[in-house]
């Protein structure tokens, strides 16, 4: 028998109080959401440590693979973090009051603007981003090398299936 978790518990508690309803999806989806829990706050922790939010982290990591010479405008950011520009606006500001980006008028347009890592921004994203896949590895190290390469497939099927126009 697996070993019993938070999980189990409450669909135990709930095939008993609605035993009419299948609780068999709370499996799966109640424990991916945990997990995606645990994993934001270990990831984070990371973040933290170079003085950045999970969003700014984003926003810095987009820019950063975009390549050469770093900029992205606004809305393709927002569609490389998926944020709403709103939200986007608000994590710029904060980056460049920090030196890590800066804005100007794009180039092709006067009235669209460009979005630019500054080199202390791109120097802070290569250290943090370092630290991030050494982080990301330690907690997949929690599986097997055979059931991380079986996971993987997996959630990249249902991924697709779920955001099908991303």
Request: glycine share 8%; net charge neutral; aromatic share 4%.
């Amino acid at each position: 028998m697996p070993p019993s978790d938070h999980i189990s518990r409450i669909q135990a508690e709930w095939a008993r109080e609605r035993p009419d309803l299948d609780v068999a999806p709370q499996g799966v989806i109640g424990r991916l959401h945990r997990i995606g829990v645990l994993l934001t706050e270990q990831l984070c922790l990371v973040y933290r440590r170079y003085g950045l939010s999970e969003g700014e982290f984003d926003v810095l990591a987009a820019l950063r693979r975009a390549g050469d010479p770093f900029e992205r405008a606004p809305g393709e950011l927002a569609a490389h973090t998926m944020v709403t520009t709103g939200a986007m606006t608000k994590r710029v500001d904060r980056l460049e009051a920090a030196g890590l980006v800066t804005r100007r008028r794009a180039a092709d347009d006067g009235r669209g603007r460009v979005v630019a890592l500054t080199r202390a921004g791109r120097d802070l994203v290569d250290r943090a981003f370092a630290d991030h896949m050494a982080n990301e590895r330690r907690l997949l190290d929690a599986l097997t090398p055979d059931e991380a390469a079986r996971l993987e497939p997996l959630l990249t099927a249902w991924l697709s299936r779920l955001e099908p126009d991303r």
